[in-house]
């Protein structure tokens, strides 16, 4: 679990950064979907507190939320289940792993040293919906 990877490899990132891929359905309930909502939920304050606690070895944890991305997990049976997904967010485009990864990897820069414990949407819109 993320909890344990985060206990244990903790200690080993002293002037470090954690980022945790969450959800936006952190925030937005849906049905039949409890076991995956909650579970980005927590990510989140998990984020925070591991952000609050390693402050003094200088490790920082942040979280981005994504919207619809194109993985196996979240693989449409038909173009109207896909079309569906999009229409939901403001901007419609169901974003790529190498988008969220170049996203994520842009955090990692100097400009961004003072994000910690932040929980950043990058969702194309879709919490406005």
């Known amino acids: 679990s993320i909890l344990v ?3 244990y490899f903790s200690p080993l990132l002293k002037d470090g950064l954690i980022i945790n891929v969450g959800s936006v359905h952190s925030r937005l309930p849906r049905e039949e979907k409890i076991p995956y909502d909650m579970s980005k939920a927590a990510l989140n304050i ?6 609050l ?3 003094e070895q200088n490790t920082r944890a942040i979280c981005v939320e994504f919207g ?5 997990m979240n693989e449409f049976s ?7 997904a999009i229409s939901k967010q403001v ?5 790529s792993s190498e988008e969220c ?5 842009s955090l990692t820069k100097d400009e961004f040293k003072y994000l910690n414990g932040e929980i950043i949407r990058y969702d194309s819109g879709r919490h406005l919906k």
């Open 53 to 55: 606690e390693l402050s």
């Open 5 to 7: 990877v985060t206990k």
């Open 91 to 95: 901007i419609p485009h169901l974003m």
């Open 68 to 72: 619809a991305v194109d993985t196996p």
């Open 101 to 105: 990864a170049s996203f994520i990897y």
């Open 46 to 51: 998990l984020t925070k507190e591991t952000a």
């Open 78 to 84: 038909n173009e109207v289940e896909k079309k569906e």
